[in-house]
Each structure stands twice: as structure tokens, then as C-alpha cells.
């Protein structure tokens, strides 16, 4: 199940009649707390300090050949120190996105309440609508890819795609698909299996979860 349960239920609004489903989680997002870029621009930023602090010293002692080098080295470790406390600190940007089926449609609520992105972004379909469901990943040697659609009868109803490698790594964050993404293909699929054989045998092909 999903860490937030309930979360669509919270924040999406069904329609009279609707009776909501489990919820899955398909998306986890995460951003790493310690990343090269983070890491390298502390370094970068620590080495312009003790500069600037050179040259200070240097005005202070009156002697551009031998400043102090004490005072060099404190602004420089101390700049360093208080960079990483922040990486230590601060609050990740983590994504999550969550789908669920209700007896009526196909819902998928993805969302980050970081106060930097504090975005809420939602997609919808018809389950009486989805002809086809497809979960693609792709391993590769440095990370995989993956990319989760669904089809409804006339064209992609909701597509979601993620990536984890060495670019994503260096810029500290990834997209991967989420511990209910196979149980939630899966039961997509059993519901587009019963709609075809009820079709079949002469039945409307109704949505059901």
C-alpha cells in the first residue's frame, strides 16, 4: 500500500456514487541530501572565503607576502562547515504519485510539498474507457528507466515516466516507480481482461474495480 494512505481520498473529490478504491503507490521521487553538485559548490564557495580572507588578513597585517594564515583557514573551514550543515538540515524534495481505481474511473495524484515546488498535479480516465496497460523498464548498466502507460479507446489516458542515472545522480534526485506499481498493473489488467470477456459473452462492458 501506499505510505500516504487515504491521500487521494483527502485531496481529490469523487463524484457522488464513487466509491474509492486502493490506493497505489506508482511514483517516488526522491532528491539525495548529499550530491556532488552540493558537495562541490560547499568546496567551491569554502575556497572563495579563505581567498577573501587572504586578502584581508594580508590588509590587516599590512603584509601581502605573509598574511596570517589562521585566519585564512578559519573562514574557510567555518564557510565549509555551516554549507554542510545546510545540506545536513535541509528539507528533501520528495514526489509522490498515487493512483487509484475507483468503481468509476482511473485517478492518479501526484504531488511534492516541498514550500520550493508545492505542486499538486492530477490525471483521470474512465475505467469503462482503458483498452490497454503497459509498465516498460529498462535496465541499463549506470541506472534504468522506466515508463507506466495506460490507454483509453481513443488515445494515452496517463503516462508516467521516471529515470535513474548518472545524470539524475548528479543532479540528486530520480524518478522510480513505486512498491504498488506491478500490483497496480496488474489489477488494471484483470479489469480490462473481465470487460473484454463480458464483452464477448454478450454483456456491457461496464467498469467494476
Known amino acids: 500500500m ?4 487515504g491521500v487521494i481520498a483527502r485531496f481529490v473529490s469523487l463524484n457522488p456514487g464513487e466509491e474509492p478504491g486502493r490506493e497505489y503507490q506508482v511514483l517516488i521521487a526522491n532528491h539525495r541530501r548529499w550530491t556532488l553538485r552540493g558537495v562541490g559548490l560547499a568546496v567551491l564557495v569554502a575556497l572563495v572565503a579563505t581567498g577573501i580572507a587572504t586578502s584581508i588578513a594580508a590588509a590587516i597585517t599590512a603584509d601581502r607576502h605573509q598574511p596570517d594564515p589562521a585566519i585564512a583557514a578559519a573562514a574557510g ?3 565549509l562547515a555551516l554549507l554542510l550543515l545546510r ?7 520528495t514526489v509522490h504519485g498515487t493512483a487509484m481505481v ?3 474511473r482511473v485517478l492518479y495524484y501526484e504531488y511534492c510539498l516541498h514550500p520550493a515546488e508545492n505542486y499538486h498535479h492530477t490525471k483521470q480516465a474512465n475505467v469503462g474507457d482503458i483498452a490497454g496497460v503497459r509498465l516498460y523498464i529498462e535496465q541499463a548498466r549506470f541506472g534504468r528507466r522506466f ?3 495506460l490507454w483509453s479507446q481513443a488515445s494515452s ?3 508516467i515516466a521516471g529515470e535513474r542515472s548518472w545524470r539524475t545522480r548528479l543532479a540528486g534526485g530520480s524518478r522510480e ?3 504498488d506499481t506491478t500490483a497496480f498493473v496488474q ?3 484483470s479489469i480490462i481482461i473481465a470487460k473484454r470477456l463480458a464483452g464477448g459473452a454478450g454483456g456491457s462492458a461496464t467498469s467494476h474495480t
Open 187 to 189: 489489477d488494471v489488467s
Open 87 to 93: 545540506l545536513a538540515l535541509r528539507r528533501l524534495k
Open 77 to 79: 573551514i567555518g564557510m
Open 147 to 149: 515508463v507506466l502507460t
Open 157 to 159: 489516458a496517463l503516462h
Open 2 to 5: 501506499s505510505d500516504q494512505p
Open 177 to 179: 516507480p513505486g512498491r
Open 102 to 104: 475507483t468503481n468509476r
